[in-house]
């Protein structure tokens, strides 16, 4: 058993206590009998309501070296009554790859970070997940990065539109050197997904929908984001030199706003106009 192993198990068997101790029997639709020594519900509670054995929850809240799947940890996690951050910190410390709830996926930003973006303008701002998705935008951003194909994907997604629209229409110029920095970056986020059937179906489709990018995901290469000068096409302005800045998110795990700025004074100029 790795060190990091023998740190988490007694983490794992701590948590679980606590949070089971938090769940009364009257939380969970059942009587609270008498003379309760346990101040939540018991460990054969817990281990019935989620439909695992006795022992096999006895070890678990013990920290012994058990394995455990993810829909157990989900059965556990509803009896425990658990919120999202909390199941993903169970996941985290039973070293079981997590899976965000459909539900728990972000959809949106709040008010305040759209704000935030929108103040930044005349700089091209955007909310971008790990994944590449895009969130949110300010209108200097659609202007001059967003090209009809990013439109219709469903969730709008950077890669799916640079692996997939015709060279002509991509508003990034140099594809051959940028693009496979992206994939890098992508697969960095990735390692924290392995197994996760939304990262798996999105890799898969992905790699169907453009060779190039199964090609350049093939390599393995992980480069972590970072600032970076991109030259981009617009018809109106010709060429431009932008850097681009990521800030995080407080509140939003693994999203970042992403801002653009002139690179020299003709882009400064161009980006203006």
């Known amino acids: 058993m790795g060190t990091t192993t023998q740190r988490r198990r007694p983490e794992l068997a701590s948590f679980l206590r606590v949070r089971r101790a938090r769940v009364t029997p009257a939380d969970v639709g059942m009587p609270p009998g008498l003379r309760r020594r346990t101040p939540g519900l018991r460990r054969e509670e817990v281990a019935q309501l989620s439909g695992v054995g006795v022992t096999w929850y006895t070890w678990l809240e013990q ?3 058990i394995n455990a799947s993810a829909q157990v940890l989900d059965a556990v996690a509803r009896t425990l009554r658990l919120d999202p951050p909390e199941r993903e910190h169970l996941y985290r410390l039973a070293e079981v790859p997590f899976e965000p709830a459909p539900e728990g996926l972000t959809r949106r930003v709040d008010p305040e970070v759209q704000g935030i973006i929108d103040a930044l303008e005349p700089l091209p701002a955007v909310v971008y997940n790990s994944r590449y998705d895009i969130l949110a935008t300010n209108p200097v951003y659609r202007d001059l990065f967003v090209v009809p194909q990013t439109l219709r994907i469903g969730v709008p997604n950077v890669l ?6 015709p060279e002509e229409t991509c508003p990034v110029m140099h594809r051959d050197r940028e693009l496979p920095v992206m994939v890098a970056t992508l697969r960095s986020a990735y390692g924290r997904h392995v197994g996760e059937r939304a990262w798996e179906e999105y ?14 995901w093939a390599s393995g290469t992980v480069t972590p984001p970072g600032p970076r000068v991109k030259t981009f096409r617009h018809e109106a302005v010709s060429v431009m030199r932008m850097t681009s800045q990521s800030l995080s998110v407080d509140g939003m795990p693994e ?12 882009s400064r100029a161009r980006s203006r106009r």
Do not use: H, K, M
Request: hydrophobic residues 45%; charged residues 20%; aromatic residues 14%.
């Open 63 to 65: 920290g012994r070296p």
């Open 255 to 266: 999203c970042r706003i992403v801002v653009y700025t002139p690179a020299d004074e003709d």
């Open 203 to 216: 890799i898969r489709g992905l790699s169907a929908a453009s060779p190039y990018f199964a090609e350049l």
């Open 160 to 165: 799916w539109t640079l692996f997939t629209v």
